[in-house]
Structures are given as structure tokens and as C-alpha cells.
């Protein structure tokens, strides 16, 4: 099959596969075949899948990845803070890391709003649906959501990076209190605890709880590079932590206290 035939051929299995959304008409150009697709990814339920729609899923976003371009993070220039921290502006999904780290909801699931912009969202398209099937089998297992500050890892699946570490950061409701700081700094020692755990020498984080989660993003890059900084002075088998930003405004914060411009 060509991209195109795949592409409306996971539309339609998925369609078959959830009869509330078959009414969506395949529209006849590429890109708005892959959003209606992208959507129907976001809102399928964490069940098995056949091994004919893994197959054909995997190539056809495989080969997506490949045409948006692939970034080694071996390659990313160091920060002049220190030659195991990197600053890069980018998508997280086309980074090629032994780990990248997804601001992941409570429930552990992925998001699934169709379509919404928010890395977790991303992470679970561009991965597959055999991410939020591990999910479900990893919080069914634990019997309850996911504790702020904690962290669960998969695989990658079809994403550059081998792993997935899934962290839930804090909620702010009003002002900033001491301890949403305390847990954001455990999103990253958790994180960086598991990825040394699993013989991790590369981990990319995204902005943890600078979104919908309101955390202040000054104090959350101050939070992020203070609590990586520790772990690192007492940890060889990380060799590069990527801080991955997305707004122009993120890249300023942490340039500024990685490079001091």
C-alpha cells in the first residue's frame, strides 16, 4: 500500500471498529484525512488491536515520522551550563533519545480531546494505539490514577525515542504554593529515576504543567534545570537531558538560564 492507501484504510478499519464515528465523511485531500485520522486515534478506546491494523499503523506512521525529519539529540549542541544539558526547540515526537518524557493527565490514558495541542496528545498519535493499550494494562494493573509527582514508562512504539516516561505534574489553582513546586521537582527526579533504572543515557523533557496546568513557566524551567542539575551530580548513566520547548517564549526562559543570554 502507498501512504494514501493506508491512511484511508486505518480511517475506515477505525471507523468499523466504532460505529458512532462512521458518519464522518473521508474528506478527498491528504491533510484532512489525517486529521479526521489523528481524531479517531485520539478517542479509540484502550482495547487490543488486530496485528493487519498494528502492521499497516506502524508503517504508515513510521514513514510520517521519517518525512517530518528525525533530530539525533546526540547532535544537539550543549548549553554553556554544561556539556550533559541541551536546549531544543522542536517536535518531542521526531527526537530520537532513549527516552522523552510526556506531561501525562491523572488518568494515565492520553488526551482525548480530538485533535488538541497539547504534547500528550501528540505522544499518543504519533506513537500509536498500542500506547494507550499499555497504559490501560499498566493502570488496571495499579488499580488507581496516577499520584502527582510519580512516573510509569513504556515504549515508544513508533516514535525516534526507545521509551516513553509518563509523569503527571501538579494543577495550580491560584497562587503558586511551595508544594506544586515540590512536585513538579518529583516529575523530574521520578523521571530521572526510572530512565537510569532502564539504562537510559538520553532523556528529553518537555515543559511539565506549563499548559493547561497553569504552572508559571519562569518558575517551572527554574524548577526543571535546579532539579535535574541535583540528579545529575550524583548520577553517571545519563549523559544528555534535552529540555524541549515549543513557544518562542519557553525557548527565552531557558536560554537565558542555560546559556545566560
Known amino acids: 500500500m502507498t501512504q494514501d492507501e493506508k491512511r484511508i484504510w486505518l480511517i475506515k478499519e477505525l471507523q468499523r471498529e466504532m460505529p458512532r464515528c462512521a458518519a464522518h465523511k473521508i474528506p478527498e485531500d491528504a491533510d484532512g484525512q489525517w486529521l479526521l485520522l489523528r481524531s479517531l486515534f485520539n478517542v479509540r478506546p484502550a482495547r487490543p488491536a488486530s496485528r493487519e491494523f498494528l502492521e499497516i499503523q506502524d508503517e504508515f506512521l513510521t514513514e510520517m515520522t521519517k518525512e517530518k525529519g528525525i533530530t539525533d539529540c546526540r547532535a544537539l549542541k ?3 551550563m554544561g556539556g550533559r544539558l541541551c536546549l531544543w526547540r522542536g517536535d518531542i515526537t521526531t527526537l530520537k533519545a532513549d ?15 480530538p485533535l488538541h495541542g497539547c504534547v500528550d496528545n501528540i505522544i499518543h498519535t504519533m506513537s500509536g494505539v498500542e500506547l494507550r493499550i499499555k497504559c490501560g494494562e499498566i493502570m ?4 488507581h490514577e496516577e499520584e502527582s509527582g510519580k512516573a510509569k514508562i513504556t515504549p515508544g512504539y513508533n516514535l525516534p525515542a526507545k521509551y516513553v516516561i509518563h509523569t503527571v505534574g501538579p494543577i495550580v489553582s491560584g ?34 504543567s506549563t499548559g493547561v496546568f497553569r504552572f508559571p513557566a519562569d518558575k517551572a524551567a527554574e524548577t526543571a534545570l535546579r532539579s535535574v542539575s541535583d540528579f545529575l551530580k550524583t548520577n553517571d548513566t545519563i ?7 515549543f513557544k518562542e517564549s519557553d525557548l527565552d526562559i531557558y536560554d537565558k538560564l542555560l546559556n545566560g543570554r
Open 78 to 80: 550543549p548549553s554553556l
Open 99 to 113: 527516552a522523552i518524557v510526556n506531561a501525562a493527565n491523572s488518568e494515565l490514558l492520553g488526551c482525548w480531546i
Open 140 to 143: 488496571e494493573a495499579q488499580g
Open 175 to 208: 497562587p503558586l504554593r511551595r508544594r506544586d513546586c515540590e512536585l513538579l521537582a518529583d516529575c523530574y527526579r521520578s523521571s530521572l529515576e526510572l530512565a537510569a533504572a532502564n539504562g537510559c543515557e538520553s532523556i528529553a523533557f518537555c515543559c511539565i
Open 239 to 245: 549523559r544528555r537531558v534535552v529540555f524541549n520547548v
